[in-house]
């Protein structure tokens, strides 16, 4: 790959534009080897830019918090992008409607929704991971999810093209957006319902209760490994892999997590490999034991 048109483009912008960038830290797992680019752009003109100067020369990544990626410690053979905070904006646009940029954590248009008393957005407390993420995964817990929120969303395509994409012409599915897979998104438009300030936080602490009670926190760890199987079986995927799966099984330093058993746990120094074969492992488990085919929800990025 020629990077010397990338490499004057970062001296002219000062650009965040790295090589052979160490990305093992940028994920929640913890786990992961080198990207080839690694690009964090300022603003919309420095990402359309690089976008265009780009073109099709490898693979493109965009990055959000982290929560949700394994990577594989070999080196990504593509750019891994992830916008800075000049794209986590939040404005309000009428009583009702929040627009909110893609880096933006969930939590944070959780919050500002509950200060400027709009109800809906409270399960987004719960869930840590970005905007932009939660627009790919269709994220949701407690009943609610992204599509019940949306009005549009705002992105670029890979060449530079700027679109906005409403609602009713995007298909929602549990724990997936069919969007085409050369958009970056860049924030999007959630309409809520007029609440009380005091409901709202009443209703965000209850779900806080019960996220408390019932998964872990501070450990490395991608949060839900596995989607709810919900077209073959009412029982959750927790209770297939505890009803399937050996206790305390580990592959080196990747386990399952005692408190939440759709929770996998990086212990130390996990490499790709060893949380791949937990992976496998639990997905053959289960399918001998139940009959059932269960699919990840974390995305393996190769």
């Known amino acids: 790959m020629n990077i010397k048109d990338l490499e004057n483009f970062k001296n002219k912008n000062h650009s965040e534009l790295f090589f ?68 986590s904006s939040i ?4 009583n009702e409607t929040i627009i909110a940029g893609s880096s933006c954590s969930q939590k944070k248009v959780s919050d500002f929704a509950m200060k400027n008393n709009i109800g809906g957005f409270e399960f987004m407390y719960c869930i840590p991971g970005s905007i932009g993420g939660g627009i790919k995964m269709n994220s949701g817990c407690f009943g609610k999810e992204f599509k019940d929120l949306i009005v549009s969303i705002q992105c670029i395509d890979y060449y530079g093209n700027i679109k ?42 209850e779900l806080i209760e019960k996220k408390n009670n019932t998964q872990p926190s501070k450990i490395k760890t991608g949060g839900s490994t596995f989607k709810n199987p919900i077209e073959q079986t009412e029982k959750k995927v927790w209770e297939l892999i505890k009803l399937s799966v050996p206790e305390n099984i580990n592959f080196g330093d990747a386990t399952i997590s005692k408190m939440h058993s759709n929770f996998f746990v990086n212990k130390n120094n996990a490499t790709f490999q060893q949380m791949n074969s937990l992976i496998n492992f639990v997905k053959k488990c289960v399918k001998e034991k139940t009959g059932i085919n269960i699919t990840l929800e974390i995305q393996i990025v190769d």
């Open 20 to 87: 052979n960038f160490d990305i093992k830290k940028l994920n929640w797992f913890n786990i992961g080897g080198k990207s080839k680019i690694f690009f964090k752009p300022k603003n919309l003109k420095e990402l359309k830019e690089f976008l265009l100067l780009y073109s099709n020369r490898g693979k493109i990544f965009v990055l959000g918090l982290g929560s949700n990626v394994l990577f594989k410690d070999e080196t990504y053979n593509g750019v891994v992008i992830k916008l800075s905070n000049n794209f």
């Open 91 to 94: 404005s309000k646009l009428n």
């Open 164 to 205: 906005v994409i409403p609602s009713e012409k995007i298909k929602f599915n549990y724990r997936n957006t069919e969007l085409d897979k050369d958009l970056i998104f860049l924030s999007a438009t959630f309409k809520g319902n007029l609440s009380e300030k005091l409901k709202i936080k009443s209703c965000i602490d």
